[in-house]
């Protein structure tokens, strides 16, 4: 009960915070130099197709006046029209989700199936020859850009070993599946390497706690205190950062995206924000403060999982 | 804990079940469909005939059309497929030199006072739905292009009054007054007739999405933002053309991957490839640059404005301290070619006479010193952000006008914040570009004489009214050696005023398979791939 009351108030809790992100980025936006009619007439500009484009977008009216069709609008569940796109927001960013979603995933994936067993290893190995190469990997992970990184493993699996496709997104889910293997791949590099370190850091110092070597006296088999006693505990800083880095990856698909011709939420966004197409921009930054909020409840909910002692809404009663 | 019913044994399994599915879906993706590849293969698959040509022709784009209606639309990317899907009375040859009939049987009959002109149409035309074209379509197509407020295309059909259209292939287009330029105008894409019917069932924002014309290709899916795919008119009047079954645009946003998309046949033909890599491509052995000549010219506008450039002298010296030789060779690897004028290279009405600027360091020195600054100043340069050709330009002609002792410093912009900024006039110097939209001079000089709508091109200048008069009688002018005098004039008088540092003209930026036959794309832009074809792959 205690728990759902708690996640009824968390969610609660997200409206004033989707608010503030709403009224801001609507005036940044207005901010910017420029409107969205200039964005889209380019390079060659007849003033009376400017002029009539204006008065078409509504983009005359005074800011407040425009912000309150906005918010109404918002409310009914209307995020508004690209001008880009010529196509309903909702719709336009469902369908980019889609693909933006399934690249955090697979890039968590990698994440976690590779740095969890290094990191483990390299905790158990410290000091010894495993141990120096997985710091050596995780070190160049870390110095490592992305958009390098990625197009590294574009020349290589793309164009040299034509294991992959280039870019793109594919028609069908299996080839959407192969498109998304070298992005998710790029995404997951530089958070494969910290959650390495993080993870051997976490595995040193349970293994030299008390109830570990409590447990060794118990005479459990060494799997059983691995799986049971040090990976779990060792697990509990991790989750935190991997949902950061799972937010992060949100931001870092804006460049991935665009590198390998993914058409996602991040290159929707960037192509939104030089476009000046108001709603787009705003319906994505929407969707991002959303995520990154529900990401958070659900890190409180894993903890709750993995430590007993750790309750949800404890601290209310 | 309460009630959360999940154990820390359901947790353990949970996650160990998501490793292994995701290790075998992995599996499964490598192990592999053909869905990604290259569509080349499925050629042999149509089955009816065996055409020995491939099914689909990949074009990689680095941006997605955004609108396909000719009227509302805005922007090279939507204009060069045009010639695909519609057709209009009259066209410009391949090469751009001439105008031909198109859907006319002929060139028209002009009547004596120059602003009747009669078009016999072919009979018989359908549109790729299969309707007739009638009388009704061509009156509304034109009408429609003559009325739409909010086209940015208008200035092109201003001088149409009115349209008749007595029977299903007679067009009748009155003049307001006699110019030489009605039937490069006639050209114009928002004249490819279109179906009256279907825009009236369709409406005008969906219009965008897809029109109906008479041309080789039609839409057949357009996913925004990642392909719009053509597939061939069944009812082009050709017979046996188009030769290629499907164009796909693509878009490959980034130049990089663009390039490897084409070196690893994911597509075909790549456009806005950047100059350095088309130089890189001449040594592929698969692919190579396509540089097919456009009508881009690109110049430095001086905002007369300014208080230092508000002195034709301090003009003068930044004209003889710019080498555009070698901005061609640092900034297009010898793709370019200087130019003497601002009009395009390929127009009849560009004169040649006109040399590209000999530097000469020295007397610029003397003419800066002259006007009082021996110790030179600093202007600022606006530019695109983003756009690194422009980037590049600048960074040559700050070092070439350094050495007067100008400081040139370069003011980036977001590209919309550049808009606002170059429509305000809110700069000292900016590198201009312009490509014609029809094959004639006349828009390129309303756009400067017309200073509303760039401030003469943001020189700061309105143009006197000698000036003006030669641009009126330029475009009454019926006689083509004539207006050629007169356009000739123009052009001296630019020169004289020294507004425009005219730098270089370079072509249309595109590599190919070397297997690929019949690409075109002509001086204005237009793609034309009627003819267009690659062998199928075995």
């Known amino acids: 009960m205690k728990s759902l009351r708690y996640l009824l108030k968390r969610i609660l809790q997200m409206i004033p915070v989707l608010f503030v992100a709403v009224v801001v980025i609507f005036l940044l936006m207005r901010f910017l130099p420029g409107d969205s009619a200039l964005a889209t007439l380019g390079d060659k500009i007849d003033p009376r197709a400017y002029e009539a484009i204006k008065e078409e977008r509504g983009l005359n009216a005074s800011i407040p006046e425009q912000f309150a069709i906005y918010f109404s609008n918002l409310l009914q569940g209307d995020m508004g029209t690209s001008v880009i796109y010529n196509e309903k927001v909702s719709a336009l960013i469902g369908t980019r989700m889609v693909t933006t979603i399934c690249l955090a995933l697979i890039a968590t994936i990698f994440t976690v199936l590779i740095s969890l067993p290094l990191g483990y290893l390299a905790g158990v190995k410290r000091d010894k020859p495993a141990d120096a190469v997985i710091r050596v990997f995780a070190l160049i992970g870390l110095s490592s850009p992305a958009f390098w990184v990625g197009l590294l493993l574009l020349i290589v699996f793309g164009v040299q070993l034509k294991l992959l496709p280039v870019s793109g997104w594919g028609r069908s889910w299996p080839a959407h599946f192969r498109a998304l293997i070298l992005p998710g791949m790029t995404l997951a590099f530089s958070s494969i390497a910290v959650l390495i370190r993080n993870i051997r850091n976490n595995v040193i110092d349970v293994q030299e706690a008390d109830y570990?070597?409590?447990?060794?006296s118990k005479g459990l088999s060494n799997w059983a205190i691995s799986t049971g006693y040090v990976l779990r505990n060792a697990l509990i800083p991790t989750v935190t950062l991997l949902s950061l880095r799972i937010i992060g990856m949100l931001s870092g698909s804006v460049i991935i995206e665009n590198i390998f011709g993914l058409p996602g939420i991040g290159a929707l966004l960037v192509q939104a924000v030089t476009g000046r197409d108001y709603a787009v921009v705003q319906g994505c930054v929407i969707v991002f403060v959303i995520i990154v909020l529900v990401v958070n409840v659900i890190t409180d909910f894993l903890y709750s999982v993995l430590d007993h002692r750790i309750q949800l809404g404890g601290d209310e009663a | 804990m309460g009630s959360f019913n999940l154990n820390r044994r359901s947790f353990l399994k949970g996650a160990g079940l998501m490793g292994a599915t995701s290790a075998l879906a992995a599996l499964a993706g490598c192990g592999g469909s053909d869905d990604g590849g290259t569509d080349a293969s499925a050629g042999g698959d149509t089955g009816s005939e065996a055409s020995s040509y491939a099914?689909?022709?990949?074009?990689?784009?680095?941006?997605?059309?955004?609108?396909?209606?000719?009227?509302?639309?805005?922007?090279?990317?939507?204009?060069?497929?045009?010639?695909?899907?519609?057709?209009?009375?009259?066209?410009?040859?391949?090469?751009?030199?001439?105008?031909?009939?198109?859907?006319?049987?002929?060139?028209?009959e002009i009547s004596d006072d120059g602003l009747t002109y009669t078009f016999k149409v072919k009979s018989g035309l359908k549109f790729s739905d299969g309707s007739d074209v009638t009388a009704e379509d061509w009156k509304w197509t034109f009408e429609r292009a003559m009325t739409t407020e909010d086209s940015n295309w208008i200035s092109t059909v201003e001088n149409f009054d009115h349209v008749e259209c007595p029977d299903d292939t007679t067009v009748i287009v009155t003049l307001k007054t006699p110019a030489a330029s009605a039937l490069a105008c006639l050209c114009v894409f928002t004249l490819g007739v279109q179906s009256k019917a279907y825009f009236d069932k369709v409406?005008?924002?969906?219009?965008?999405?897809?029109?109906?014309?008479?041309?080789?290709?039609?839409?057949?899916?357009?996913?925004?933002?990642?392909?719009?795919?053509?597939?061939?008119?069944?009812?082009?009047r050709e017979e046996g053309l188009p030769l290629t079954e499907e164009i796909e645009f693509k878009v490959v946003a980034d130049d990089n991957s663009r390039k490897i998309q084409l070196q690893s046949g994911d597509i075909d033909i790549a456009t806005d490839v950047p100059f350095s890599t088309m130089k890189e491509l001449e040594s592929d052995s698969e692919v190579a640059p396509h540089p097919d000549p456009s009508t881009f010219t690109y110049w430095v506008s001086l905002n007369t404005q300014n208080e230092y450039l508000s002195n034709p002298d301090v003009r003068e010296a930044l004209f003889?301290?710019?080498?555009?030789?070698?901005?061609?060779?640092?900034?297009?690897?010898?793709?370019?070619?200087?130019?003497?004028?601002?009009?395009?290279?390929?127009?009849?009405?560009?004169?040649?006479?006109?040399?590209?600027?000999?530097?000469?360091?020295?007397?610029?020195?003397?003419?800066?010193?002259?006007?009082?600054?021996?110790?030179?100043f600093e202007i600022k340069m606006l530019l695109k952000g983003g756009n690194d050709f422009y980037a590049s330009i600048a960074t040559v002609l700050q070092s070439q006008w350094s050495k007067i002792g100008v400081n040139l410093v370069q003011d980036t912009q977001e590209a919309t914040a550049y808009s606002s900024a170059r429509k305000a006039l809110e700069l000292d110097t900016i590198i201009s570009g312009w490509s014609d939209d029809i094959q004639d001079p006349s828009e390129f000089m309303q756009f400067i004489f017309d200073y509303d709508v760039t401030h003469g091109y943001y020189s700061g200048l309105q143009q006197p009214d000698d000036m003006v008069a030669l641009n009126d009688q330029a475009n009454a002018e019926q006689d083509v050696e004539k207006r050629k005098e007169l356009y000739k004039q123009i052009q001296q008088g630019f020169a004289d005023q020294k507004i425009f540092i005219p730098l270089l003209s370079v072509p249309y930026q595109n590599a190919i398979r070397k297997d690929i036959t019949g690409f075109v794309q002509t001086p204005l832009g237009n793609y034309r791939f009627e003819k267009l074809a690659m062998p199928a792959s075995e």
């Open chain 2, 320 to 376: 003889l301290a710019t080498d555009p030789q070698e901005i061609v060779d640092m900034t297009t690897y010898g793709y370019g070619t200087t130019i003497g004028t601002v009009f395009s290279t390929t127009s009849e009405y560009c004169d040649k006479d006109l040399e590209p600027i000999t530097p000469d360091v020295d007397k610029a020195k003397e003419l800066l010193a002259g006007a009082g600054y021996p110790d030179g």
């Open chain 2, 55 to 108: 099914k689909t022709i990949v074009i990689g784009r680095a941006n997605d059309s955004d609108n396909l209606d000719p009227v509302t639309c805005i922007g090279n990317i939507n204009i060069f497929i045009f010639n695909l899907i519609l057709d209009g009375l009259l066209k410009t040859s391949d090469d751009g030199e001439t105008i031909e009939p198109n859907l006319a049987e002929d060139m028209p």
């Open chain 1, 212 to 216: 570990v070597d409590f447990g060794r």
């Open chain 2, 203 to 236: 409406g005008a924002d969906e219009y965008k999405n897809a029109i109906i014309g008479t041309g080789p290709y039609m839409v057949k899916e357009w996913k925004k933002g990642e392909y719009l795919t053509l597939t061939k008119n069944p009812n082009y």
